[in-house]
């Protein structure tokens, strides 16, 4: 019998039935995804960072370093396990070009270091995640390169230098644990020893990386403060492995966390709509269970009736679901396959997204239950009686027929009905209001991320062009000299010259630490601070968010440096957002330490009638071997894979929005129009043609959707913008602000929804031509 009714049940509702199962799907699919994706990240994660054996703690130095110094202090180290110096032989951009390219790496923004793979630890791996070997003449690349220059195998690499020309063809592609993400200026190009011998002898000038492994990764913080402290070479940034782990992380890690909160939206939105389908059903079959209640049926035997429809129908949607999230997740990862690695596919693959599909499950036929109890409450002679569960409306003496003169007849019965039964239409206001969320949060970043003004979370200033002097010997006259040529320059509005050396900080406990100050004039091109204003007098300083919050301080707090070889006690003006440099930088207006500068800087902005290219290639030429980059390219460089993982990631929650609410637009008004079939009738019967019908459950839409369009874009301005926030925290940019396009957010974006949502109401009401007071007098 229950077979009979629910075959029954589903030909009679197929299209409510279809979207049902859609939803359900979608949201076990996603989740199953999600679940699996972060899976997949985790393990590839872990096994290129196992197989390339990371060091836990590295510092890079340019200029000199006594080897045998280094060496005893890491004997006398007891948290050392391993250490190792290696040696990059850096080759500017403007000699170097990468594949079938006829113009050279001159305005990229990445260092390129050629080396030797390693001996002891900090292997560079291959695309099989083994360790790359190349014979004399080959080459293997960054897979960064691969993606961005669409290399291959095969491909040539040329360095044209003033005292030599070098070619190389490509026999590999490399995963670097330390330079993977493009955030990472630093890229790794691994040659044969004896090429680079060749290069280290004709280029000149070694950079280093001084590399320890510890004998417990949990005292990497104690070994940090001890390096930190010593006489060690620290020209240079350093870095640990819980930063290599969230650099490698981030941008496949936000991905997965938004599938899981779509997934979990989804499935909320299949609660309501299920709990909507029921009680629309319960409302039609009201008569029917007081008959069965009359007759001895039991509430649990009632109850399984309409509970078995919607076990078979969550069952399958979850089954569909999870056996689709397979496909769905080899596509959504494929940046995690080609930066990482395809980890090994143990049990876990299939449990885990079986575990999230039986969550949804689980959690839709608990709520179905609960539903489900109104069955207690239903009264048998009420039942008999009336034949209704009947409906509390509000009182309608503000929406009298007469009374209107201002709107056409259709569409004033379109928004009594909204305002009348405002509870009913909750469920399709809180879709549309996750729509316009979801579909203006990914474009409201994205727009943010790509803008010029974004600059400001790089911990740096707007400007024109930006130049960058890495630090070697004889960089201080070279930058004097750039300078002076930029002074000089008619065409330049306005510079600010910066240096970026380490000081000595001297903490509360009595240890001391380095800090990366940037010292110059910052109010020429001013940053956006958070708390706060730029350092202007010589005993002020502004801390990154990440510092403040590590140093636990605060604007008008203090910290001591080492400054000219005597204390001094340094006020904090304000605090900034920086995601460079693993967000711990500071700025000060004192003189910069010439014994320990990391590398040098000019912001420029041009006069109005200054061509910005031509301005470029002129600067590359003069300033050689210095990065001459415009603010727009600088970031398309830095978070270019960010930027594509947006992109798509926006182009997908753009269409499942308008998916969703065409689907649940679909499933409400023909709950609605079954549940209004008398009412319809008698318009009908009473001279209402059919467009008239149809005019008013699309102002019903349309009413709903305005409200849904502006409370979403309220939300997505504010509670998004927070959580954009929430995870760009974790690089040092706690107080993201969205850049809004208004054409895109408040015209094209809800007149797409709107025509999507008019649509579906159109053709979905078709079916009310069929109604007429006669097949309601037979029913």
Same mark, same amino acid.
């Given at each position: ?490 065409? %330049? ?23 990366? %100050? ?36 605060? %604007? ?224």
């Amino acid at each position: 019998m229950l077979l009979h009714l629910l075959k029954r049940d589903l030909y009679k509702k197929k299209s409510v039935t279809a979207i049902l199962f859609i939803f359900i799907l979608l949201s076990t699919l996603l989740a199953s995804a999600g679940t699996n994706m972060i899976r997949e990240l985790v393990s590839s994660m872990s096994d290129l960072l196992v197989k390339s054996a990371v060091p836990h703690y590295v510092q890079m130095h340019s200029g000199t370093l006594d080897e045998r110094a280094i060496e005893r202090w890491a004997s006398d180290t007891q948290l050392v396990d391993m250490h190792q110096i290696v040696e990059m032989v850096p080759v500017e951009g403007s000699h170097l070009y990468l594949g079938h390219q006829d113009t050279p790496e001159s305005t990229s923004v990445m260092d390129f270091y050629f080396v030797r793979q390693n001996e002891k630890f900090d292997f560079l791996l291959n695309l099989s995640n083994e360790r790359v070997e190349v014979s004399e003449g080959e080459i293997a690349v960054p897979v960064f390169f691969m993606q961005q220059r669409n290399l291959s195998v095969g491909d040539r690499v040329r360095i044209v230098h003033p005292k030599f020309i070098r070619e190389f063809t490509i026999s590999d592609f490399v995963r670097d644990a330390q330079m993977n993400p493009s955030i990472i200026h630093s890229k790794r190009f691994v040659i044969h020893p004896a090429d680079y011998d060749f290069l280290k002898q004709q280029a000149g000038g070694v950079e280093y990386l001084i590399e320890f492994r510890l004998t417990d990764a949990g005292k990497l913080g104690e070994f940090h403060t001890l390096y930190q402290a010593s006489d060690m070479p620290k020209v240079g940034p350093s870095i640990d492995l819980n930063m290599f782990r969230m650099l490698n992380a981030l941008t496949d890690g936000v991905i997965a966390v938004v599938l899981l909160l779509v997934s979990l939206l989804l499935i909320v939105i299949a609660m309501l709509c299920v709990r909507f389908t029921l009680l629309s059903t319960l409302e039609e079959d009201y008569r029917e269970i007081g008959v069965l209640k009359a007759i001895g049926a039991s509430r649990r035997h009632i109850r399984s009736i309409y509970l078995v429809k919607y076990v078979a129908l969550s069952a399958a949607a979850a089954l569909c679901g999870f056996a689709a999230s397979f496909p769905a997740m080899q596509l959504m990862s494929s940046n995690i396959t080609l930066y990482l690695g395809q980890a090994e596919r143990g049990l876990l693959y299939i449990v885990l997204p079986l575990f999230s599909a039986a969550m949804m499950f689980g959690l839709l036929l608990l709520f179905c239950t609960m539903v489900l109890r109104r069955f207690h409450r239903i009264s048998v002679v009420e039942a008999l009686r009336s034949g209704s569960i009947g409906e509390a409306k509000v009182s309608g003496r503000r929406w009298r027929l007469n009374r209107n003169r201002l709107l056409p007849i259709p569409v004033f019965l379109g928004l009594k009905n909204v305002f009348q039964r405002l509870r009913m239409f909750g469920l399709l206001f809180f879709v549309f209001v996750a729509s316009a969320f979801l579909l203006l949060v990914p474009i409201h970043f994205l727009n943010t991320i790509k803008s010029p003004d974004f600059v400001s979370y790089l911990g740096i200033g707007r400007s024109d062009l930006r130049i960058d002097l890495q630090y070697s010997d004889r960089m201080d006259e070279r930058f004097k000299s750039t300078v002076d040529a930029i002074r000089n320059d008619e065409d %330049v509005e306005r510079f600010s010259p910066l240096v970026t050396s380490r000081f000595r900080l001297l903490n509360d406990d009595g240890t001391v630490d380095q800090l990366n %100050v940037e010292t110059g004039d910052f109010t020429i091109f001013p940053l956006e601070y958070v708390q706060g204003g730029a350092p202007i007098r010589d005993n002020e300083i502004a801390l990154s968010v990440q510092n403040a919050r590590e140093m636990e301080r605060k %604007v008008g707090d203090t910290i001591r440096l080492i400054v000219g070889g005597k204390e001094k006690t340094m006020v904090i003006s304000g605090i900034y957002q920086d995601i460079t440099n693993g967000g711990r930088t500071a700025k000060a207006a004192i003189p910069h330490d010439p014994e320990s500068v990391l590398w040098y800087t000019i912001s420029l902005d041009l006069k109005p009638d200054v061509d910005l290219q031509t301005k470029i290639a002129e600067y590359e030429k003069a300033f050689e071997p210095a990065k001459v980059t415009d603010l727009q390219g600088y970031i398309r460089q830095t978070l270019g894979q960010t930027i594509a993982q947006l992109r798509n990631l926006a182009v997908v929650a753009f269409f499942v929005s308008i998916f969703l609410s065409m689907l649940m637009t679909a499933l409400f008004l023909s709950l609605l129009m079954a549940k209004d079939r008398p009412h319809t009738a008698i318009l009908r019967s009473i001279g209402f043609a059919h467009r008239h019908i149809r005019t008013q459950y699309v102002t019903m839409s349309l009413t709903v959707l305005i409200a849904g369009i502006v409370t979403g874009t309220i939300l997505s301005n504010t509670i998004g913008q927070t959580l954009v926030g929430a995870i760009w925290s974790l690089l040092g940019a706690s107080g993201i602000r969205f850049v809004i396009e208004p054409v895109q957010a408040y015209i094209v974006c809800p007149l797409i929804l709107m025509l999507a949502v008019v649509v579906t109401s159109w053709i979905g009401t078709g079916s009310a031509r069929r109604i007429n007071i006669a097949e309601m007098i037979k029913e």
